[in-house]
């Protein structure tokens, strides 16, 4: 039987609840034992995927067509395990699945409550899909004392009983703020948010201090006293230079061991931390760096391209040297600025998106990249943009649009109205806008002596996906009469997947999102071939 590890917040949120899940998952892994990572959301949608970045940030794909939070995204980078649909359940899903079986009369006439149906039902959802692993780590969104957060913090409590407490672990992650005012660390805020949660009928086994220094032992051991936690499970986390170093800091405060501890449990193998320290000594002290423009609608907020921004990092790695990130705001691009403003870059990547807000200054972008013979990488609907700009600058085709957000003109980029997946023919729509893409694992065939084969290094590929339109197929002749190739395609022939430019250094755009299966132990192919393109721009 797996072992549960039940992982919540206290005092304020952000507080790093996915990287401290991540980082355990690692080190268990590293002792030889099977992860699994979950995310239990507060929120009322069913879903991250129609909301704003803004709100949000970015919306993880899974392989299996689940849009998720962005710590899935996390514990895929840490862990190497992909995640699947099972691995993130929101108040919105256990709602709606509730109130579903309600209507079709399952639960026999009884009163349907928050207990013990909705509690009922994310108790299915953590125990559900686990056979095979060790350990669960299963994160609660939000922080304790939140409204939101009250029917799972009570699920998790019942789940402990049902198991048997020996089953199931409870790590608290909270804040210990510095006051500079009066020069004194505080563990108020800590003992009260456990004082919060222990009310609820949990008591942590184990506390994480998040701090921006080292907390002295005598504050340790009052966090200990106070909040009736063993000192030795009082682990502190103090900021990390870089979010690969976490490992690193967890594992010298030794919460594997206490987690295997409380377990009973005993390693069955050493950790290694020599591939995080090899990365956090590129990020800290490689001198060469490469300036990278990300030109998007929600550079504003960098939570929005997330994975993007981990993805261009792990290219870096391979290519040892420092990624710095230029993130231009493409509503804000003037194109009599793009010379300036693009004048120490070395590679220019247009990332995913919606709507017609910022196309201009995305298409100019595109335009200065393919003339100036700069490296650049068009994901989704950069790679649409990249379609539009050769239509209109090099086909002559000035109406040339997408009808996303243009119904009159001529739509070299549309809406899919079916597709095949794995034998079966799927059908879009744009009725219902959440979970009505194209989502998840596809495959695309690659074009024989194409830049995307050698960098692939194989003539079939996998890769993930999130979106509704596509690239008109009509129009490939006429593209490919003037050097923009489409070397990627759908299996059956009709969906392009990936182009590429003739007489470019390195012109590449592809459909998918590759920024999701990228790992800082395992860079995508795709990014550290971009990142090796504008190393050696001149």
């Known amino acids: 039987m797996a072992r549960f590890i039940f992982v919540t917040g206290g005092v304020v949120s952000s507080l790093g609840k996915g990287l401290s899940s991540a980082s355990l998952a690692y080190l268990l892994q590293s002792r030889g034992y099977k992860v699994r990572l979950r995310k239990l959301d507060p929120y009322l949608n069913v879903d991250p995927g129609t909301m704003s970045p803004f709100q949000h940030g ?197 919460l594997d061991n206490r987690v295997l501890n409380y377990f009973k449990l005993r390693p069955k193998k050493s950790v290694s931390l020599s591939p995080w320290k090899k990365i956090t000594k590129i990020i800290l002290n490689t001198k060469k760096q490469v300036n990278i423009a990300i030109i998007g609608k929600y550079v504003d907020l960098k939570d929005a391209y997330k994975s993007l921004d981990e993805a261009l990092t792990h ?14 705001d493409s509503e804000q691009l003037k194109i009599n600025e793009i010379k300036l403003k693009l004048k120490n870059i070395s590679g220019i ?89 194209r989502l998840g694992s596809y495959d695309a065939k690659l074009k024989d002596r194409s830049l995307i084969k050698s960098i692939y290094g194989r003539s079939l590929i996998k890769e993930r996906h999130r979106h509704r339109y596509e690239v008109n197929i009509n129009f490939k002749e006429k593209f490919e009469k003037k050097g923009l190739i489409f070397s990627g395609l759908s299996p059956d022939g009709k969906l392009p997947e990936i182009i590429e430019l003739n007489n470019h250094p390195w012109f590449i755009g592809v459909q998918f999102h590759p920024e999701f299966k990228s790992r800082p132990l395992s860079p995508h192919p795709l990014f550290s071939s971009f990142i090796k393109a504008a190393k050696n721009h001149k």
């Open 349 to 437: 990547l247009i990332p995913g998106g919606f709507g017609k807000r910022g196309t201009k200054g995305k298409i100019e972008a595109i335009k200065f990249a393919r003339k100036n013979k700069i490296p650049f990488l068009g994901i989704c609907y950069g790679m649409q943009m990249a379609i539009i700009e050769f239509a209109r600058n090099k086909l002559n085709l000035k109406r040339a649009t997408s009808s996303e957000f243009d119904k009159n003109g001529l739509p070299v980029i549309g809406l899919i109205n079916e597709w095949n997946k794995d034998g079966k023919i799927i059908k879009g729509t744009d009725k219902n806008l959440g979970g009505t893409m």
């Open 58 to 254: 970015e919306v993880f794909v899974t392989d299996d067509g689940a849009e998720t939070d962005l710590d899935l995204g996390h514990y895929e980078r840490f862990s190497q395990v992909s995640a699947k649909k099972s691995d993130n359940i929101t108040t919105g899903k256990i709602y709606n699945d509730v109130l579903k079986k309600e209507r079709k009369g399952r639960y026999l006439g009884k009163t349907v409550q928050v207990i013990p149906h909705i509690t009922d039902r994310i108790k299915e959802f953590i125990k559900n899909d686990s056979s095979k692993e060790d350990f669960i780590i299963c994160e609660i969104g939000g922080i304790v004392g939140d409204i939101e957060s009250l029917p799972f913090v009570e699920a998790i409590r019942q789940f402990a009983n049902d198991i048997g407490k020996k089953n199931a672990l409870f790590i608290h992650l909270t804040l210990v703020p510095y006051l500079k005012s009066s020069d004194e660390i505080k563990t108020k805020p800590t003992q009260h948010s456990v004082k919060e949660l222990r009310s609820i009928g949990i008591q942590p086994d184990i506390i994480i201090c998040r701090s921006d220094r080292s907390i002295p032992l005598e504050h340790r051991k009052k966090i200990s006293l106070f909040c009736n936690v063993h000192i030795n499970n009082v682990i502190e986390t103090v900021d990390v230079r870089t979010i690969y170093e976490a490992p690193i800091s967890f594992f010298k405060e030794k």
């Open 315 to 328: 290219g870096g790695f391979d290519n040892k040297v420092r990624v710095n990130l230029v993130r231009i």
